[in-house]
């Protein structure tokens, strides 16, 4: 099974709009897991976040980061390509010759 990582804006001026970047982040999660991929979701580390206080940008991205590196595929959520994280994640699967989809 390949490794599919969810690349997608998550950043908002508002937790509503946050929360719907998650929401649509998870929905098009499962449509790649439903093609037979294992997918990482990367907003799913909200609850870490949570749970330990993460305060900063870094603690998040750069984590996430790192699965990135080492995933088959990255897919790129619908409307996403813009976002300055999607970007530095698509730069790093390019540096890594790691495929792109960016819509399934």
Not at 35 to 61: A, H, Q, R, T
């Amino acid at each position: 099974m390949e490794k599919a990582y969810i690349a997608g804006k998550l950043n908002a001026n508002n937790a509503v709009d946050y929360l719907k970047n998650v929401s649509d982040m998870m929905k098009y999660a499962e449509k790649v897991r439903k093609k037979g991929y294992s997918v990482f979701v990367p907003c799913l580390d909200l609850l870490m976040g949570i749970k330990f206080g993460w305060e900063d940008y870094e603690d998040y991205f750069n984590n996430n980061l790192e699965w990135a590196k080492v995933s088959d595929v990255i897919f790129v959520c619908p409307g996403s390509q813009n976002s300055k994280g999607t970007k530095k994640e698509i730069e790093v699967a390019k540096q890594h010759n790691i495929r792109v989809e960016y819509f399934l």
